[in-house]
């Protein structure tokens, strides 16, 4: 016994067949890609956008220039401000060192000027305290035995300074000559004021030129002005009326002057002109 089946076969191969032969075409899975564009269109035209990146691009271009000319040309400024504070920093300190080189001599010559003006028995005092307030500031230099700051060339002691000394005992002796002649007026204060600043100044010198310490040369000036205040009052309260009574502290005075004036003039020639303190 056989058995067969029969499988519709036709219908399936009329169906394939014809699709076969009328292929559906699908729209909605074709992507529709626009065709490619050539290298003519591409360097030949350009969007909007791509137009305003390139002027921003050389805006940038410019203003980076611009901001390494503002930069160079602030260093030329800085570079020229620098040159000139070195130059006037230079000019200063030229003159200051020449300046300190002249104190004692200006000061000599102030001093004599005072003694010549005034040329009385209390110039003759005051030129005997001169030379006794130096030869105090050496034998302080001894004692003490303090060395001056270590950029100098010098070797002697520094404490105190001998020129601070010096200088303000002049100073006290000229301003109180100055209020003495004058009175004490607004004239006299103003002129007294000045001359304590020049002191101060060329004093100060002695530091800025690293001769000194500030300690050296404070204490030097304050040794000078007490110095210069006690003798001038000691003409005043004993030696004035001394002097004027007896003729032998008349004498001893004038001969005191002459051989201790004498005596500093050759400390000078061997010393001064010699640059030494």
Not at 127 to 134: A, D, F, K
Not at 164 to 181: E, H, L
Request: charged share 15%; hydrophobic share 50%; glycine share 6%.
């Amino acid at each position: 016994m056989s058995f067969t089946a029969s499988i519709p076969i036709r219908p399936f191969t009329r169906f394939s067949h014809s699709r076969l032969r009328n292929p559906i075409k699908i729209s909605a899975f074709t992507l529709d890609f626009p065709p490619p564009k050539s290298a003519h269109c591409n360097s030949t035209t350009r969007s909007p956008n791509s137009m305003n990146a390139g002027a921003i691009a050389a805006r940038m271009d410019d203003d980076d220039d611009d901001d390494v000319d503002v930069r160079f040309s602030s260093l030329e400024q800085e570079e020229a401000l620098i040159n000139a504070s070195k130059l006037v920093g230079a000019s200063v300190s030229g003159l200051e060192a020449v300046l300190n080189k002249l104190s004692k001599w200006l000061f000599a010559v102030v001093f004599g000027v005072i003694l010549l003006w005034r040329h009385d028995a209390q110039t003759l005092w005051a030129s005997i305290g001169s030379v006794l307030n130096s030869a105090l500031s050496h034998i302080l230099k001894r004692i003490l035995n303090q060395k001056r700051p270590v950029s100098t060339s010098r070797s002697d002691p520094g404490m105190p300074s001998s020129h601070a000394q010096s200088i303000f005992y002049i100073v006290t002796f000229a301003v109180v000559s100055m209020v003495q002649w004058f009175g004490l007026n607004g004239l006299t204060a103003a002129l007294g004021g000045i001359i304590f600043a020049l002191g101060s100044y060329f004093s100060w010198l002695r530091i800025s030129q690293k001769l000194h310490t500030v300690n050296q040369v404070l204490v030097g000036a304050a040794i000078g002005l007490g110095f210069s205040v006690i003798w001038l009052w000691l003409w005043d309260a004993f030696m004035l009326e001394a002097f004027t009574s007896f003729l032998w502290v008349r004498i001893i005075v004038v001969l005191a002057a002459v051989g201790l004036c004498s005596g500093f003039v050759i400390y000078v020639i061997r010393h001064w002109v010699l640059d030494e303190e």
